[in-house]
């Protein structure tokens, strides 16, 4: 049984998750859990194929493309090799759903990025980009999928 989904930014914050299970019931306890397993793995190498770890008492399966960062948590019982293709399927649909928006409403998004608050200490090629891949995420996953999360940051 899937656990839950998380897609987190490069900083560990959510842009997109949803649970599946009660065992983390409050809000606190999810954010709690993300920020545990961002900071277990942050450090890792899984930008060329997936890794899992064992994270209290369950099985996360993750990976990272480039400032996303994608897990799929299930039981300690749960086959990795299912997880890894949920894991697959997840950031495979989350990767076309971004190149659909950003071909097709790219001057929106351009155009709500640019309303944002933006770093004068780093080059806005590093800002925009993150950006609207999370303003993307947030329209499709959070409006359409009924998904929590959302930048509030």
Not at 90 to 104: N, Q
Not at 132 to 146: M, Q, R, Y
Request: net charge negative.
């Amino acid at each position: 049984m899937i656990k839950n989904l998380l897609l987190l930014d490069s900083e560990g914050r959510r842009v997109a998750v949803k649970y599946y299970t009660d065992e983390w019931p409050t809000n606190g306890a999810k954010l709690g859990f993300e920020r545990s397993v961002f900071t277990k793995t942050h450090k890792t190498n899984a930008r060329t194929k997936a890794e899992i770890v064992m994270f209290e008492n369950n099985v996360v399966v993750y990976k990272f493309i480039q400032d996303l960062h994608f897990f799929v948590t299930g039981g300690d019982y749960e086959n990795e090799l299912a997880l890894a293709a949920v894991l697959q399927g997840f950031s495979d649909a989350v990767t076309l759903l971004l190149r659909m928006i950003l071909e097709t409403d790219g001057n929106m998004i351009a155009g709500k990025v640019a309303t944002h608050n933006l770093d004068d200490g780093a080059p806005l090629s590093e800002q925009v980009i993150p950006k609207s891949k999370c303003l993307a995420l947030e329209c499709v996953c959070f409006k359409d999928l009924g998904w929590y999360g959302g930048l509030t940051h």
